[in-house]
């Protein structure tokens, strides 16, 4: 069974399609939202922010530094991360896996000798 995954998302404007989304421990950021001492490296899985043009169900990339400003005020890391924790909004959903959420892949392909054994 996949594990499952919480991202907080921010939407500047509501009008707008437009998130940025982080990925976040669940455990750690129930504890982050009652007490602001966590360490953010132990609640967030990354520090990387991503962006969406097309809302929540969209493709994901990595938010430039520019995006970051304009809508931050700043493009560093901890910064937005922490803005993104205090305003987004949680999403919890399945972990993605490899192949289109078949979990057995890596395994089966594991089993055959890897991607490339058997030529």
Sequence with gaps: MPASITKVIYQHDHRSTDTYEIFVNPEAFKKYQDDRSVPLVEVVSSFDVFFSPEGTNGRLGKASNQQ???VFGTSKDVEVVAKILELGKVQEGKAITAG???PSL???RSERGG???GR
């Design 68 to 70: 970051l400003e304009t």
């Design 100 to 102: 289109g959420g078949n």
């Design 106 to 108: 890596n395994e089966s």
């Design 115 to 117: 991607a490339a054994g």
